[in-house]
């Protein structure tokens, strides 16, 4: 019984460091400017597309997962640029809609270059299971919640040392008195859509080896990574890391004690009750508005 609660742990422990990197990217676009990117699946997707590609390609794993957040790093500057820039000073509502847009059309575009098929990244340090307490471990489970750890450091220190992670604090917090300062806060804006494209193509290249990765594997990621963020408070990044673990987990045990077949509803049910008695998450993110 105990190795079976283990085990559910660790799978929970797994998914939700994915998650929580998803809802990260989340929370960083709306504190920028008050939107919620749903693309951000579709990052996730296309960082474990183009890792897959480049090693398929014969290029070395670590080259070309490095190659693979910076395309898609690159792809979340355009989107700014093209998409969201130009929309200029449109309401929420249409700035959401453009986003989705960029969903669907980065998934027909990964679909168009990738194929229908889904394949796998091959594990960074082997494939052997790690037995603990008789439960089973794999190493790239490690790979996934250590980098998830490590991106949280590093972001604590991004905004809590830097400047330029204090300008986006500062944005997030009032953008008219960021602006009064001087701070660029359309500059703010692009650095977050690189940021939250990057965050996402880390967490698709080390979740490939597991989850296998395909053009349409963004959608549901996406989703799940939004009701982590909810569930955290939009716009906190400690709530996005503790939402995403929560959900993780709650999904491991609904479908090891209940049914497998519920996992996928179990992001769904939540987010119906966190609209219904916890509407500014866990963590009580302010309300931002755009000005």
Same mark, same amino acid.
């Not at 990052?43 to 997962?65: C, E, N, Q, W, Y």
């Not at 450091?153 to 991004?158: M, P, T």
């Given at each position: 019984?105990?190795?079976?609660?283990?085990?559910?742990?660790?799978?929970?422990?797994?998914?939700?460091?994915?998650? *929580?990197?998803? @809802?990260?990217?989340? $929370? +960083? %676009?709306?504190?920028?400017? !008050?939107?919620?990117? &749903?693309? =951000? /699946?579709?990052?996730?997707?296309?960082?474990?597309?183009?890792?897959?590609?480049?090693?398929?390609?014969?290029?070395?794993?670590?080259?070309?997962?490095?190659?693979?957040?910076?395309?898609?790093?690159?792809?979340?500057?355009?989107?700014?640029?093209?998409?969201?820039?130009? *929309?200029?000073? @449109?309401?929420?509502? $249409? +700035? %959401?809609?453009?986003?989705? !847009?960029?969903?669907? &059309?980065? =998934? /027909?575009?990964?679909?168009?270059?990738?194929?229908?098929?889904?394949?796998?990244?091959?594990?960074?340090?082997?494939?052997?299971?790690?037995?603990?307490?008789?439960?089973?471990?794999?190493?790239?489970?490690?790979?996934?919640?250590?980098?998830?750890?490590?991106?949280?450091?590093?972001?604590?220190?991004?905004?809590?040392?830097?400047?330029?992670?204090?300008?986006?604090?500062?944005?997030?917090?009032?953008?008219?008195?960021?602006?009064?300062?001087?701070?660029?806060?359309?500059?703010?804006?692009?650095?977050?859509?690189?940021?939250?494209?990057?965050?996402?193509?880390?967490?698709?290249?080390?979740?490939?080896?597991?989850?296998?990765?395909?053009?349409?594997?963004?959608?549901?990621?996406?989703?799940?990574?939004?009701?982590?963020?909810?569930?955290?408070?939009?716009?906190?990044?400690?709530?996005?890391?503790?939402?995403?673990?929560?959900?993780?987990?709650?999904?491991?045990?609904?479908?090891?004690?209940?049914?497998?077949?519920?996992?996928?509803?179990?992001?769904?049910?939540?987010?119906?009750?966190?609209?219904?008695?916890?509407?500014?998450?866990?963590?009580?993110?302010?309300?931002?508005?755009?000005?």
């Amino acid at each position: 019984m105990l190795s079976q609660t283990l085990q559910y742990l660790f799978s929970g422990l797994t998914n939700g460091a994915i998650y *929580a990197l998803s @809802a990260l990217g989340f $929370s +960083l %676009i709306y504190n920028a400017s !008050g939107v919620i990117n &749903f693309a =951000q /699946g579709e990052f996730i997707m296309l960082g474990g597309v183009a890792a897959v590609l480049l090693t398929s390609a014969g290029v070395p794993l670590p080259l070309a997962i490095l190659l693979a957040v910076l395309m898609v790093a690159v792809v979340g500057l355009l989107l700014e640029k093209f998409a969201i820039e130009p *929309a200029g000073d @449109a309401d929420v509502v $249409s +700035l %959401i809609i453009i986003t989705i !847009g960029a969903s669907i &059309f980065l =998934q /027909g575009v990964a679909q168009v270059v990738f194929g229908k098929g889904q394949r796998a990244l091959a594990p960074f340090t082997g494939d052997a299971p790690i037995v603990i307490a008789g439960a089973s471990l794999l190493p790239q489970s490690l790979w996934m919640i250590g980098t998830g750890a490590v991106i949280v450091l590093v972001l604590a220190w991004f905004f809590g040392r830097t400047r330029l992670g204090k300008a986006m604090l500062a944005t997030a917090h009032n953008r008219l008195a960021a602006r009064l300062v001087g701070i660029n806060t359309r500059h703010v804006l692009a650095l977050s859509f690189v940021i939250s494209a990057a965050l996402g193509a880390i967490a698709g290249v080390v979740s490939a080896p597991i989850t296998l990765t395909s053009y349409d594997v963004g959608i549901m990621v996406g989703l799940k990574g939004f009701v982590a963020a909810t569930l955290g408070g939009l716009g906190s990044g400690v709530g996005a890391v503790v939402g995403g673990l929560i959900l993780g987990l709650m999904e491991a045990l609904a479908a090891g004690y209940i049914s497998s077949a519920y996992k996928d509803a179990v992001p769904f049910a939540l987010i119906i009750l966190i609209l219904f008695f916890m509407p500014r998450g866990l963590f009580g993110a302010r309300v931002t508005e755009r000005v």
